[in-house]
């Protein structure tokens, strides 16, 4: 099946802990993106990354980390400097390019303990 | 001004009715526009991608963009239960990558 996996499907963070959310995609695509999605605040992007070893930052990168080592997998880290991580956090993936779609992964839902 | 604006509803509709789901946007250089459905706790899914102006069909869906009033719509005929969710609008265009979003929209339809 071609697609995009996130895990966990729930992840807890305590005080002061950083956690690493997965992404993978096998569509053979360039381009991944994090998005964060909040009740009423629609879906706001964290990092987005054209190709392998190159990440951007999107509108509200602080707090968070990634990486692209593999064109297959875009790992996020919600470092313990973001202070309001509960959320439902998106992966999405696409060809590249300014009018390529955006697929979208099932999500993680991370919540604080 | 919001680059995207889209009213959160919510609505609600009787089973059959025709759903009208509607964005306005002030940036003109939004040149791709895309609906996505999106069930509770579930990732966004693409329903209908569109560029130029007009109307877009595909099975009980339309998308129409109206880019001289920068406004989009999705008509949903004959809805049915299955067809609740939120919905987003989203766009491109630009010199950036972005896709930006509107903040959805919750439908329920009832049986």
């Known amino acids: 099946d071609g697609g995009i996996t996130q895990s966990p499907k729930y992840l807890f963070r305590k005080e002061g802990q950083n956690v690493t959310l997965s992404c993978e995609q096998n569509l053979n695509h360039d381009a991944m993106y994090w998005y964060r999605q909040d009740p009423g605040q629609g879906l706001r992007l964290i990092y987005y990354?054209?190709?392998?070893?190159?990440?951007q930052k999107g509108d509200i990168a602080e707090g968070y980390s990634v990486s692209r080592e593999k064109k297959e997998s875009f790992p996020l880290t919600v470092t313990s400097a973001q202070k309001n991580p509960t959320a439902f956090y998106l992966c999405?993936?696409?060809?590249?390019?300014?009018?390529?779609?955006?697929?979208f992964g099932p999500g993680t839902r991370l919540l604080v303990l | 001004q919001k680059e995207v604006e889209q009213d959160p509803g919510p609505l609600s509709v009787p089973e059959g009715a025709i759903v009208s789901l509607n964005c306005t946007y002030s940036n003109s250089a939004f040149q791709y526009f895309m609906w996505y459905r999106q069930y509770s706790r579930k990732g966004p899914e693409l329903l209908m991608y569109?560029?130029?102006?007009g109307n877009k069909e595909d099975g009980r869906f339309t998308a129409q963009v109206d880019k001289s009033s920068k406004y989009i719509s999705l008509f949903i005929r004959d809805s049915q239960p299955s067809d609740s969710a939120t919905y987003l609008c989203?766009?491109?265009?630009?010199?950036?990558?972005?896709?930006?979003f509107g903040k959805g929209t919750l439908l329920t339809v009832n049986p």
């Open positions: 989203a766009m491109i265009g630009g010199s950036n990558y972005k896709l930006t």
């Open positions: 999405a993936s696409s060809m590249g390019g300014r009018k390529e779609t955006q697929y």
């Open positions: 569109t560029y130029s102006s």
């Open positions: 990354s054209q190709i392998v070893n190159d990440f």
